[in-house]
């Protein structure tokens, strides 16, 4: 049986690299078999994930020789944290390995909602010309409002501030004399949610911020506001902001994460024929550097934790 499972996708040298001085077991589909997964993990030290794979107790009482659980990534709601905990199972993320690629996709989504030109493709191939339609904002003078100011939402502020943007931050888990709040103001959400042109979402999910931004949050944003989120599904609610950029209360939005992943066609009907809204499935973090830095990371985090329990 396998010293570690890798249940999710892995670039193949960090995987190389373990295998040099365990076994490893690895099979980025294996989370779409859950009796197979039981089963390879019954006497695993070790067990890498991305989001998908369900870490609760089911397969943590199956797993009775678990010792470290690896994220690929920084969410950590599909892992059952108490659990693990109670088992002596270190859960080790990659804290920081894709700040660059979510920021990035942060900053491409602000400028394409922003100018709004990019969505008349398909009517000038028809020989139509909306030129008028198709005149859009500058990022520059605008504000980008994040919700969570830890490291990735710094990196967006970075990045946002570089391209002439002012930012501000709500996140009360950080002391007003915090030092990272002198070229970024603190504000309550309701202040930063009525202020800023830009709201990008930073945010773990858990009791305290599903359905942060409900309807009636939603209905306190600025007229014309675009919305990004890169954190968690359950954070928005999905039917209130599908609405909101019907009426044209918003001026848009990208989903990058669901309430319901991956999305089915019947949960993703809700998202049918509403403008100015771009859908993506949960790759913000992933790109090809970022999973090389990412994987590198973990397989680091989880090599340390079986080398010091020996």
């Known amino acids: 049986m396998p010293d570690i499972v890798v249940s999710e996708f892995m670039d193949q040298a960090a995987v190389d690299d373990l295998n040099r001085d365990f076994d490893v077991h690895y099979d980025p589909d294996l989370v779409d078999r859950p009796e197979e997964l039981i089963r390879l993990v019954a006497a695993a030290r070790a067990l890498i994930v991305r989001n998908r794979t369900q870490v609760r107790n089911g397969l943590l009482e199956a797993a009775s020789s678990l010792e470290v659980v690896g994220r690929l990534g920084v969410g950590l709601d599909n892992i059952d944290l108490e659990a693990c905990g109670a088992r002596n199972i270190e859960v080790c993320p990659a ?6 690629s979510v920021a990035e996709y942060v900053i491409a989504m602000t400028m394409v909602l922003l100018r709004g030109a990019f969505q008349a493709h398909d009517a000038v191939i028809a020989g139509q010309w909306p030129r008028q339609a ?4 500058e990022a520059a003078g605008k504000q980008m409002g994040l919700i969570g100011y830890g490291g990735i939402a ?6 946002a ?15 007003p004399d915090h030092p990272v709040w002198w070229d970024c103001q603190k504000c309550e959400l309701k202040n930063l949610l009525a202020s800023s042109d830009v709201i990008s979402l930073h945010v773990p999910l858990n009791d305290e911020t599903r359905n942060l ?3 009636e949050a939603i209905a306190g944003l600025k007229k014309g506001a675009v919305v990004i989120n890169t954190a968690r599904g359950g954070v928005i609610d999905e039917p209130a902001l599908a609405e909101a950029l019907r009426t044209g209360a918003l001026g848009g939005a990208a989903l990058d994460v669901f309430a319901v992943e991956p999305l089915t066609a019947q949960a993703g009907s809700q998202f049918a024929g509403v403008p100015n809204l771009f859908l993506t499935p949960h790759i913000a973090g992933v790109t090809e550097e970022g ?4 994987s590198a990371v973990t397989a680091d985090n989880v090599r340390k934790v079986l080398e010091k329990r020996r």
């Open 154 to 159: 710094r990196n967006v502020g970075a990045r």
């Open 213 to 215: 931004l409900d309807a």
């Open 95 to 100: 804290s920081g390995a894709n700040d660059d």
């Open 134 to 137: 198709s005149i859009g904002r």
């Open 291 to 294: 999973n090389v830095r990412v």
């Open 161 to 175: 501030r570089a391209m002439g943007m002012r930012t501000a931050a709500f996140d009360p888990f950080l002391p």
